[in-house]
């Protein structure tokens, strides 16, 4: 890891996962949520965006003095003069290393902090600074995109199912289906319109599966997909 469990601090308005993170982190127990005054030089807050003015305004108690990171953004009224503040909306498989995140900078923030952003997030995996207005956008491709995956996954599973594999098996190999197809993906940094090209065969079996996925309209609905959680991202970020 990039930074000892003995240097990091953590701190949550509830008590229910002190014991499961107290072998990994030292921990604060601080209702209401606030950002505790140990937190220094650098502090991450993620929080529901109806409590971030509350969480936020435990900052006027002894810093965060460097930045803050939220997937929402924060009023600089909120926060104390010269606080410089980064937007990261990250996913849910950084809890494996195999994360994708971004982020933007915000009031105060520099190539120092975001090069330091970037630095200690990479061992979570792919992080990648973007304009703010991406921010949202990225909710809907990969924040809320997993989700959308682990339901394609348990269709491939539940088609193999009725099929007649047991369905332990089958859930394996749609997982390592999916890894394996985003890994070839990744490295050959093809688009994913000739990768699947190069699996079709005239007459063969995957042509005929793709034809029945194109007449279920997938690719409409999982753009629709995209767009109702962007749009959604953004009306939370106005409210």
């Given at each position: 890891?990039?930074?000892p469990a003995s240097s990091i601090l953590a701190s949550?308005?509830?008590?229910?996962?002190?014991?499961?993170?107290?072998?990994?982190?030292?921990?604060?127990?601080?209702?209401?949520?606030?950002?505790?005054?140990?937190?220094?030089?650098?502090?991450?807050?993620?929080?529901?965006?109806?409590?971030?003015?509350?969480?936020?305004?435990?900052?006027?108690?002894?810093?965060?003095?460097?930045?803050?990171?939220?997937?929402?953004?924060?009023?600089?009224?909120?926060?104390?003069?010269?606080?410089?503040?980064?937007?990261?909306?990250?996913?849910?498989?950084?809890?494996?290393?195999?994360?994708?995140?971004?982020?933007?900078?915000?009031?105060?923030?520099?190539?120092?902090?975001?090069?330091?952003?970037?630095?200690?997030?990479?061992?979570?995996?792919?992080?990648?600074?973007?304009?703010?207005?991406?921010?949202?956008?990225?909710?809907?491709?990969?924040?809320?995109?997993?989700?959308?995956?682990?339901?394609?996954?348990?269709?491939?599973?539940?088609?193999?199912?009725?099929?007649?594999?047991?369905?332990?098996?089958?859930?394996?190999?749609?997982?390592?289906?999916?890894?394996?197809?985003?890994?070839?993906?990744?490295?050959?940094?093809?688009?994913?319109?000739?990768?699947?090209?190069?699996?079709?065969?005239?007459?063969?079996?995957?042509?005929?599966?793709?034809?029945?996925?194109?007449?279920?309209?997938?690719?409409?609905?999982?753009?629709?997909?995209?767009?109702?959680?962007?749009?959604?991202?953004?009306?939370?970020?106005?409210?």
């Amino acid at each position: 890891g990039k930074v000892p469990a003995s240097s990091i601090l953590a701190s949550a308005p509830s008590d229910r996962n002190l014991d499961a993170w107290r072998a990994w982190f030292f921990l604060s127990h601080s209702p209401p949520p606030r950002l505790h005054p140990q937190l220094l030089p650098h502090g991450f807050l993620r929080q529901h965006p109806w409590v971030i003015p509350t969480g936020v305004s435990g900052a006027s108690l002894g810093a965060p003095r460097s930045w803050h990171l939220s997937p929402i953004p924060i009023s600089p009224q909120l926060l104390p003069a010269g606080t410089k503040v980064l937007r990261l909306m990250p996913n849910l498989p950084c809890v494996v290393q195999a994360g994708a995140m971004v982020f933007a900078r915000g009031s105060g923030a520099g190539d120092g902090e975001a090069a330091l952003l970037k630095n200690l997030l990479s061992s979570c995996g792919l992080c990648e600074e973007v304009p703010e207005s991406y921010i949202n956008i990225h909710t809907g491709l990969s924040g809320s995109g997993v989700a959308y995956v682990y339901l394609f996954a348990e269709a491939l599973a539940e088609g193999a199912v009725k099929m007649g594999m047991p369905s332990g098996l089958a859930s394996r190999i749609a997982a390592q289906t999916l890894l394996g197809a985003a890994k070839v993906m990744l490295e050959t940094g093809e688009h994913p319109a000739k990768l699947r090209g190069d699996i079709c065969t005239p007459g063969g079996t995957t042509i005929h599966a793709l034809h029945q996925l194109e007449k279920g309209a997938l690719r409409a609905t999982v753009m629709n997909a995209v767009e109702a959680a962007t749009n959604r991202a953004c009306d939370m970020a106005e409210d």
